[in-house]
Nanobody
Framework: QVHLVESGGGLVQAGGSLRLSCAAS????????MGWFRQAPGKERQIVSS????????YYSDSVKGRFTISRDNAKNTVYLQMNSLNPEDTAVYFC????????????????WGQGTQVTVSS
């Protein structure tokens, strides 16, 4: 079992930045590929970014590429999402998730989920 807790969400103006953190506990963190997802009201949960177990490979959805950066610190059991140049379309609940696979961009391949953190971007 892996327990995930997100933090760092909040209200920010368009053009601003936020850094999300996801702290993991329970199992060896480096055994899991990690991902960030988001879900806006009335929409399906979608992948934002993912990172391999060792952090050597990353993925970004087209909508955030060039603005968001995912990273992980296996010594601190934490994965981060640095979000820059935020716009109102980024408003959503952001979830981190862990997969037993080395890497995945598919929601259904993630085994453990955090409770989510709200990000609201005002125009």
């Amino acid at each position: 079992q892996v327990h995930l807790v997100e933090s760092g969400g909040g209200l920010v103006q368009a053009g601003g930045s936020l850094r999300l953190s996801c702290a993991a506990s329970g199992r060896t963190f480096s055994d899991y590929g990690m991902g960030w997802f988001r879900q806006a009201p009335g929409k399906e949960r979608q992948i934002v970014s993912s990172i391999t177990r060792a952090g050597g490979t990353t993925y970004y959805s087209d909508s955030v590429k060039g603005r968001f950066t995912i990273s992980r610190d296996n010594a601190k059991n934490t994965v981060y999402l640095q979000m820059n140049s935020l716009n109102p379309e980024d408003t959503a609940v952001y979830f981190c998730a862990a997969t037993t696979m080395i890497f995945s961009t598919r929601t259904y391949e993630y085994n453990y989920w955090g409770q989510g953190t709200q990000v609201t971007v005002s125009s």
